[in-house]
């Protein structure tokens, strides 16, 4: 019985290995599809900038109308999506909601 210890044993530590290899922690990151837009300012430069918006889940954000973006949301990375834009107004029309 001692003999088919060691073969198991190394057997088990492969498999534990292995299994580390792939859920070995990194840095979490939570990917977002609908951001928040935390700043007042409908400069362009303000509103490409994804430190301005902050990612939400899909319930949270803004029901009214108005002349400042609230919420948007995007399947794409926030910086690419942002940078589609060209203009200040077709943003704040992209956006799901806005505020005053």
Known sequence: MKKFK???LV???VAVAGLF?????????K???????????VEMEDL????NWEGVEPAEG?????TIPCTISTDKDLQEYLE?????????TAAVTRRN
């Open 62 to 66: 803004c029901d009214e109308l108005g």
């Open 6 to 8: 060691f073969p198991l």
């Open 21 to 29: 290899a792939f859920t070995v922690p990194g840095k979490a990151t």
């Open 31 to 41: 990917t977002f599809n609908t951001y928040h837009y935390t700043s007042s300012s």
């Open 11 to 13: 057997a088990l530590l």
């Open 84 to 92: 589609e834009f060209t203009s200040e107004n077709a943003l704040i």
């Open 48 to 51: 490409q900038n994804p430190e």
